[in-house]
């Protein structure tokens, strides 16, 4: 292997440690900043997340809260509940666990977050400062690529970036940062996705590729260029025998082979995933300082 790792557990814990001063801060200001999430149903996988964003507040000394209601709950019972955690002081970030049942209206869900607490950044006011390049909530996986970048000064001022997805909560947010006039962006950004032909020559132009695909292997070694820069973001289950649990997480990228080519590259487990929730976490201090300074207004 040639590449260096881009360790997401390092950078997360880099994160963390320059959180605890703000919240000592804000601790010493009577304010705990307090997280809400809210998850219907019983699936496992969310089930998981929740209780790992429930635990890395549990480290950083953050209030938490998860409201689980079944997922039968009608649209107008969510949108109250998260208008009651609008109006709870208690809570900074509200967040609500997707996928959402198929009767539920996400949009209209977030709509209802008041943007001051949507932690996800997925709120239209949070996505239009994001592209107008202006403060806001960013979300949290793209900017943990951000910071990915930064703690391993990859700058990508002038770079090829090609990005492999279009969704709203990594491929569109993540080309959009990296397309703003200023820091840790000023790239030449490419978004690929289904639809892309010739998909290989497209990703070969990549001084920074980002896949954020949801299958597994979709990049492999002859479709990167030398040296290139890769950021796994997908995470996929596939089944291996010899686990305890009858299937490992990977990535989008064939990492091994893609490792040889690359000059640094994200491992799956261990890369993307721990920044997402370090980003959530310093999203709710983010938010806490924000609504402190406005109460002094
Ligand atoms: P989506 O399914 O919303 O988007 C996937 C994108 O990949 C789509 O734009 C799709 O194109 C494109 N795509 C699918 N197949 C191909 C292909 N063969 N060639 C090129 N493009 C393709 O996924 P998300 O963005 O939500 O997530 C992507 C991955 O990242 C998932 O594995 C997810 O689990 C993971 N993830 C990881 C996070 C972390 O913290 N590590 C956080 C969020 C997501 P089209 O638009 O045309 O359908």
Known sequence: MSAQLIDGKEVAKNIRKNLKARIGALKAKGIIPGL?????????????????????????????EVVNKSDTLQQEEL????KSLNNNDKIHGILVQSPLPKHID???????ISPDKDVDGFHPHNVGMMLLGRPGLLPCTPYGIIKLLAYYQIDPKGK??????????????????????????????TIAHSRTKNLGEVTQRADILIAAIGRPKTITADMIKEEAVIIDVG????????????YRLTGDVDFAPCSEKASFITPVPGGVGPMTIAMLMSNTVTAAENLLAKKKL
């Open 79 to 82: 949108v109250e509940i998260v």
């Open 36 to 64: 809400a999430a809210v998850l219907l149903g019983d699936d496992p996988a969310s089930a998981t997340y929740v209780r790992s964003k429930e635990r890395a507040c549990e480290k950083l000394g953050l209030y938490s």
């Open 235 to 246: 995470v996929n289950r596939v089944e291996d025998s010899t686990t305890k649990k009858g």
């Open 106 to 112: 996400e949009l209209s869900v977030t709509l209802t």
């Open 160 to 189: 090829n970036v090609v990005v492999v997805g279009r969704s709203n909560i990594v491929g569109k947010p993540i080309a959009a940062m990296l397309l703003q006039k200023s820091e840790m962006a000023n790239a030449t950004v």
